[in-house]
């Protein structure tokens, strides 16, 4: 990792902390990863400021999920927020196809950081961002739509909704921006539309991204897309 002339740079374990140099911190954006990636897999993306969706202004968090047995890998160990036992799975299957406990255990986690960041923001939920890629992308949504206090947003890339999700109130407005590309062979985006039909179903304030040519990945679009939401949310903080 490179130093930045933007951001003072802290590693907690395997995660990342991306501070302003400034002191000027409004807003924070907590990422996840995807299967068998780290935090700093991401981390190039979020520390230049032509790539990265956040403001100056915003601390980033890039966690690492631990390291455990996935069962579509032959049980090899890596990076995973949570098993994978059947590849492809349909809603109906979710609950058989994924392990549940391991889901559990770190939304949990995940809930602690947003609430550590809470504080260092005044109490202020709405302050908080959440998203991801791939799992991280579900777990985001896992995370953000269950969670106790209203934030800021949602911004997903290339996963989908975990059907067994129960939207807490404080959540039902909070604006979600999902990604998928049509092309893509690890998500499908047939499962992508599941989730946005469900999401338009329950009348949430959902951005629908359905990138043609693009697949397991983000673009510039995405990139742009969720820089213009971020920025229409957080940039009244700067003022602060």
Request: net charge neutral; charged share 25%.
């Amino acid at each position: 990792m490179e130093a930045s002339s933007n951001y003072n740079i802290e590693k907690k374990n395997q995660d990342i902390y991306l501070v302003p140099k400034d002191g000027k911190h409004t807003e924070t954006l907590i990422f996840m990863h995807g299967l068998g990636d780290t935090a700093e897999g991401w981390f190039d993306v979020f520390i230049d400021p032509r790539k990265t969706f956040c403001l100056p202004t915003t601390k980033v968090v890039l966690l690492t999920a631990p390291v455990a047995p996935v069962s579509i890998n032959r049980g090899a160990k890596t990076n995973s927020w949570y098993d994978i036992k059947i590849f492809g799975a349909s809603d109906e299957e979710f609950e058989k196809s994924v392990g549940l406990d391991e889901i559990a255990k770190n939304t949990e986690r995940i809930n602690n950081v947003i609430r550590e960041e809470i504080k260092l923001l005044g109490d202020d939920s709405k302050r908080i961002a959440i998203g991801g890629f791939s799992q991280g992308c579900g777990m985001s949504l896992n995370v953000g739509l269950q969670f106790e206090k209203p934030l800021g947003a949602i911004i997903g890339w290339s996963g989908y909704l975990f059907p067994t999700i129960k939207v807490n109130e404080a959540n039902e407005e909070t604006p979600i921006l999902l990604a998928s590309g049509v092309s893509d062979n690890v998500v499908k985006f047939d499962r992508a539309q599941q989730s946005f039909e469900r999401l338009d179903a329950q009348k949430h304030k959902l951005i629908k991204l359905k990138e043609k040519g693009l697949g397991h990945s983000i673009n510039e679009n995405v990139l742009k897309e969720s820089r213009k939401l971020f920025s229409s949310i957080f940039s009244r903080n700067t003022d602060l």
